[in-house]
């Protein structure tokens, strides 16, 4: 059974600081990685999508990275702004559930501090 | 022009009723869900559901029923709401889950 863990649980940083929040899943058979960003009281917006085959995507100051074999992604944010505050959700499509879902980690909850 | 819509974005009902929860898609995908998101913020699938299949979560209690008129539209029944059923209700869709997931912005249902 398909299980993601995201850590740290809540991050605080200062602005302009770069920062790392991590996202671990125990089974590799996937179709693709997904980081979404949730705002309070608001819906899920998407931000990156790696593929199975890809190490890596970027948008802007953000920068996913997956290494599948491990079971682990990285969202790398860069110069970081009060505007990023909230909470970030990573979720895995895997190949091998009864039916086709994404599975979502708890999240990390960020505040960026102006 | 949003591409997953609900409707409504909040709903307050008492104990008993039931209920209708709306969800449409522009994006031509061929695959819509439901989320239910709880209290401690954490998201659970609900139902998957393709012109071919529903597929369901087997947590989930058979009060609750996604119905779909066409491919654009899963609308979630609700019977008999309990106070547990109180979250925020999350539809989305894919194109078989190969190229991401959109998801709308959420139904707040509060059961009183």
């Known amino acids: 059974k398909q299980e993601v863990t995201q850590i740290p649980a809540a991050l605080s940083v200062p602005e302009g600081e770069n920062l790392v929040l991590n996202c671990s899943f125990t089974?590799?058979?996937?179709?693709?990685l997904q980081w979404f960003r949730q705002d309070p009281g608001k819906g899920l917006t998407s931000l990156l999508l790696?593929?199975?085959?890809?190490r890596e995507q970027t948008s802007g100051r953000l920068n996913a990275s997956l290494d599948k074999s491990s079971g682990r992604s990285t969202l790398y944010i860069a110069a970081s702004q009060p505007g990023d505050s909230a909470t970030y959700l990573c979720?895995?499509?895997?190949?091998?559930?009864?039916?086709?879902?994404?599975?979502f980690g708890p999240g990390t909850s960020l505040s960026v501090i102006p | 022009d949003t591409a997953v819509s609900q409707t409504p974005k909040y709903l307050v009902t008492q104990m008993g009723n039931d209920k209708s929860i709306k969800c449409e898609q522009n994006?031509?995908?061929?695959?819509m869900y439901w989320y239910k998101q709880d209290s401690k913020k954490f998201l659970k699938i609900m139902f998957s559901?393709?012109?071919?299949?529903?597929?369901i979560n087997e947590t989930v209690p058979n009060r609750f029923s996604p119905k779909s008129p066409d491919k654009a539209h899963l609308n979630l029944h609700i019977n008999s709401l309990e106070l547990g059923d109180s979250a925020v209700y999350f539809c989305?869709?894919?194109?078989?889950?190969?190229?991401?997931?959109?998801f709308g912005s959420g139904t707040r249902l509060t059961v009183v």
């Open positions: 559901y393709n012109n071919k299949e529903l597929i």
């Open positions: 790696i593929q199975s085959s890809q």
């Open positions: 989305a869709s894919s194109q078989a889950g190969i190229y991401g997931y959109t």
């Open positions: 994006l031509g995908h061929d695959t």
């Open positions: 979720a895995v499509t895997g190949m091998k559930t009864s039916y086709d879902k994404v599975i």
């Open positions: 089974d590799s058979a996937i179709y693709n």
